[in-house]
């Protein structure tokens, strides 16, 4: 059974880069997109981009220049940083993954990580 | 970048109701839509892929259909365990839009 944790600094700096993993268990990260998924408190779901095993990203456009989404292979984990942060920042970060090798909805995710933005 | 715009943003329902959530797309999307099921302090969970199929395990009085711009979540005889916030999510051409949401809630 695939397992996702995130894991991280819960409590960032404006201005600051938020930097958070996503650990992999039960499966290999090989041959699949992992997404970032975040929720500002009380709000709705953001997907903040992919990246796939083959090195490939996609970033929302709103997000784009400020996020980065990298692998580590032999430690199983997906990352996630987001530069110059502000309090708008503040959420629920999820990593998700497709049920499938394809682009499909998330039929995997972590449990979150709630990271807040203040100084 | 394809919008989607989900309608009610909350929905007052009875146990045995049967409910039924739309979802717009600003832009054809085939059948590239999910949907999710979330619970307070929970993750979200998948309930229905490419428009209409049920994922594993969830209940048969789950049911989705569209394609294009136009998609709906329907609920047969409503139960207790489905009071929660319901997200649609496109994911054609490679990006992941999610729908503002909407909260069903006990009448």
């Known amino acids: 059974q695939v397992q996702l944790q995130e894991s991280g600094p819960r409590l960032v700096k404006p201005s600051e880069t938020l930097s958070l993993s996503c650990t992999v268990s039960?499966?290999?990260?090989?041959?699949?997109?992992w997404s970032w998924i975040r929720q500002p408190p009380g709000k709705g779901l953001e997907w903040i981009g992919y990246i796939h095993s083959d090195g490939s990203t996609k970033y929302s456009p709103s997000l784009r220049s400020r996020v980065t989404i990298s692998l580590d292979t032999s430690k199983n984990q997906v990352s996630l940083t987001l530069s110059s942060v502000t309090a708008a920042d503040t959420a629920l970060y999820y990593c998700a993954r497709p049920n499938t090798s394809g682009w499909s909805g998330f039929g995997y995710w972590g449990q979150g990580a709630l990271v807040t933005v203040s100084s | 970048d394809i919008q989607m715009t989900q309608s009610p943003s909350t929905l007052s329902a009875s146990v045995g109701d049967r409910v039924t959530i739309t979802c717009r797309a600003s832009q054809s999307i085939s059948s590239w839509l999910a949907w999710y099921q979330q619970k307070p302090g929970r993750a979200p969970k998948l309930l229905v892929y490419?428009?209409?199929d049920l994922e594993s395990g969830v209940p048969s009085r789950f049911s989705g259909s569209g394609s294009g711009t136009e998609f709906t979540l329907t609920i047969n005889s409503l139960q207790p365990d489905d009071f929660a916030t319901y997200y649609c999510q496109q994911y054609n051409v490679y990006s992941g839009t999610f729908g503002q949401g909407t909260k069903v809630e006990i009448k």
């Open positions: 039960g499966g290999s990260i090989s041959g699949y997109f």
């Open positions: 490419k428009a209409s």
